[in-house]
């Protein structure tokens, strides 16, 4: 470049950061739910042609893609764009303006910050060409399975991709902060529905009865215990019970019990063999407790897991970007992210952007989640120089 990189992203960001703040808050605005992204993808795709490029809408309008630059092989950037069904109680002017509907994840800034980064690849490639081909990936439905990577996969998204990259916002990192790991970042996610029936009756008889609330509760209680005790403590695994039904009245033993759980684990062998596992715990602890059961046991997302280079590469871009101070190391999550559907097929790696405010507590998935705006600047510039190096790069 006749300017050096961290020189033009300065002069660019000092001139566009107020327009990517503007799309950020304008999609915080006008939340859509996953597979209904269509509005979403519709203001991307303007602000993109705005640029000089041509997205691509798939067939059913909820996600895009963007190629920008020419060569055979190609580096990816993803970013998902669906809110969560929760109330935002935040008095800001870009509040949401759809009852019961929020951006509480950050994929807001997610969007907005990969607009930039088309926005820039534009302009770099027309001022001095570009080292490659660069695909912007804007997914839908992150949040809902079944989830639209694999939608996005299915109409080209990966077709010539030598690696992808993916921020994922983080309030527990400040914004500044890029936190980086090598291996496992996130967890595989399975749902589990029990259901139970039986013969119901009197509190005062429960000998008479399957006594249903015990055996649910038993199931509750000592499934999550006994499934580690048959791993390897090496091994993380988290079921938790989020639902439990049984019952109305207090003198009465109910008929029905329903108990639906979450299964997380880290590493795709112990993913492989967990849903045998688990079920079979289940039904023995069910007949320990007089009753059989029937069980809905239904696969979520595979686990993140980063290529040692490309994550090498986003720590080494955020020296880069914004200095040797600014990379954290990010802890391995026991939630679900399904960038993973893209790490099967091709190397690449999630980073967490920092988004904490000084001073405040607040974390994902809450309808108070708000971001400092800051770190979408910070996000771009890191994002630029991570993708750059991967082209140039012969390890992809």
């Not at 107020?18 to 739910?33: F, M, S, T, V």
């Not at 080209?156 to 991709?161: E, F, K, P, T």
Request: glycine content about 10%; some cysteine; overall charge negative.
């Amino acid at each position: 470049m006749s300017t050096s990189l961290p020189e033009f992203l300065d002069g660019w960001l000092a001139a566009h950061t107020g327009e990517i703040i503007a799309a950020r808050r304008h999609i915080h605005a006008n939340p859509r739910l996953s597979r209904q992204e269509h509005d979403t993808a519709d203001f991307v795709a303007a602000r993109l042609a705005e640029a000089g490029l041509d997205p691509q809408l798939i067939p059913d309008g909820t996600g895009l893609t963007c190629d920008i630059g020419t060569g055979d092989r190609v580096i990816a950037i993803r970013a998902d764009m669906d809110a969560l069904p929760i109330q935002d109680p935040k008095q800001v002017p870009y509040r949401s303006t759809v009852p019961g509907v929020t951006h509480a994840c950050g994929h807001d800034a997610h969007t907005a910050m990969l607009i930039g980064l088309g926005r820039v690849l534009a302009e770099l490639e027309r001022l001095e060409g570009l080292p490659g081909r660069f695909r912007l990936v804007f997914q839908p439905s992150e949040e809902q399975f079944p989830s639209g990577a694999p939608t996005m996969i299915k109409y080209g998204a990966l077709q010539d991709v030598a690696a992808i990259f993916a921020f994922h916002c983080d309030p527990q990192f400040q914004a500044g902060k890029i936190a980086v790991r090598n291996g496992p970042l996130t967890a595989a996610c399975d749902v589990m529905e029990v259901r139970m029936t039986g013969r119901g009756g009197h509190t005062s008889r429960p000998h008479l009865t399957s006594d249903l609330v015990n055996a649910i509760g038993r199931v509750v209680v000592d499934v999550p215990a006994l499934v580690t005790r048959r791993l390897d403590p090496r091994q993380s695994v988290a079921i938790v019970f989020g639902a439990v039904q049984a019952g109305e009245a207090a003198n009465a033993i109910p008929q029905e019990a329903l108990a639906r759980a979450t299964v997380r684990v880290h590493g795709r062998e112990t993913w492989d063999m967990i849903p045998d596992l688990v079920q079979e715990v289940t039904r023995s602890v069910a007949r320990a407790s007089g009753v059989e059961c029937e069980i809905d046991y239904r696969r979520g997302v595979p686990p993140v897991v980063n290529d040692r280079l490309a994550s090498a590469m986003f720590a080494g871009a955020t020296a880069a970007a914004l200095g040797d101070e600014a990379v954290a190391e990010a802890p391995m999550s026991m939630g679900g992210e399904d960038f993973a559907y893209y790490l099967e097929q091709v190397p690449g790696a999630m980073a967490r952007l920092g988004v904490g405010r000084p001073g405040e507590h607040l974390d994902i998935h809450q309808g108070n989640f708000d971001i400092d705006e800051t770190a979408l600047a910070h996000g771009i510039r890191v994002m630029t120089h991570t993708v750059l190096a991967a082209a140039a790069s012969p390890a992809f």
